[in-house]
C-alpha cells in the first residue's frame, strides 16, 4: 500500500494506536553522488542528488501496523 510523504501541512498517523511521531519507512531512490575518496581511500559523499524516489511503506514502531498509516493534518496548519 503506498503511503503519500508528510507534507508542511500534513503528517501521519497510526490509525491502530494512534502513533504520531515513530514509523520505519522503506523509500525506493535513484541518486547521483560525487563520491570523494581521501588518500587512505576512505570514501565520503560530497554531493547528493535525488532523481527520483518513492515511498513503497511506512510501518509503525508502537504497533507493527503497515496498512494502517494515514495522512493527518498538522497542528495549526491552516485548512
Known sequence: MAV????DQTRWRCTLCGNLTRFDVTRRSQVVEYVHLDLAG???VEEREVLS???ESVRCRWCDAVDRIELVARP???A
Open 53 to 55: 524516489e518513492s515511498i
Open 4 to 7: 503519500p510523504p508528510p507534507t
Open 42 to 44: 576512505e570514501a565520503k
Open 76 to 78: 495549526g496548519a491552516s
